[in-house]
């Protein structure tokens, strides 16, 4: 199992790389623009990242492939949910979590790329995740965590 320490430098590191792709970007952009930048600019720091994972999903033992995809999936440990919307919703962290579960990670990153500063479409959702720090979440909204990184949660 991964450590919670570990997850939590993994999501800086995502979250940094994040910040460089807005800087140099900013907003306005497509989804697919920053999602495609996002992934590049992870790989060149030495991550692993899978673009448009399909997600399947069981339903009483029957395995449906409905076309689910995860924007990313870095180091098979973080899923990220690239948007672009004028504001985060609720539904959003909701589905991030939905594909947490589904996926078997613990940690997602909810990245809204069309903002002044990045800083404010960051939100950090948690499902079972391992340490101290973070409790399982028993429904999506007290799964959600804005943050710059995750020292700022304590």
Not at 73 to 88: F, G, I, Q, R, Y
Not at 111 to 116: D, G, M, S
């Amino acid at each position: 199992m991964e450590t919670g320490e570990k997850l939590n430098a993994l999501t800086e590191a995502i979250i940094g790389a994040a910040m460089a792709v807005h800087s140099e970007l900013g907003p306005g952009l497509l989804e697919s623009a920053y999602e495609r930048c996002l992934g590049i600019e992870l790989e060149e720091r030495g991550l692993r990242v899978e673009r448009q994972k399909i997600l399947p999903l069981t339903y009483r033992g029957i395995e449906l492939e409905f076309g689910y995809r995860l924007d990313l999936l870095v180091d098979e440990k973080v899923v990220v949910e690239v948007k672009t919307v004028e504001a985060l919703a609720p539904i959003h962290g909701t589905q991030l979590l939905s594909y947490l579960r589904l996926s078997g990670c613990h940690v997602g990153l909810l990245l809204n790329f069309n903002v002044a500063s990045l800083r404010d479409g960051i939100q950090r959702v948690v499902n079972d995740f391992p340490g101290p720090e973070y409790s399982s979440a028993s429904s999506a909204p007290s799964a959600f965590r804005a943050v710059a990184s995750p020292k700022e949660d304590s």
